[in-house]
């Protein structure tokens, strides 16, 4: 019949182990909240001005934002009503 090439010449040898570590599998809810765990006591939290100071950014960068996108959707307006000669809204 017909036989499908697999795109080498070679036979199928074993490929070699990676040489990456590969994480022991462990299963069930008590090893998942294990994990956490140990993964929560590795974060480096921030302390409370630094929180204070990255919230402030935040509120600041989002305001200057709500201005300059409602600046920008009062200047097309007036440009497509300039356009339209007023009929648009």
Known sequence: MFT?????DEPNRPRP???LPTP???RGLKSFFQDVI????K???PTKPETNRLTGVVLVVCTGLVIILSVLGELFHLII???TKG???
């Open 4 to 8: 499908v090439a697999s795109g080498s």
């Open 17 to 19: 182990a990676s040489s």
């Open 24 to 26: 022991k599998l462990r």
């Open 38 to 41: 140990r993964e929560m006591k």
């Open 43 to 45: 974060v480096t939290w």
């Open 81 to 83: 009503s300039f356009i």
């Open 87 to 89: 009929t648009v809204g």
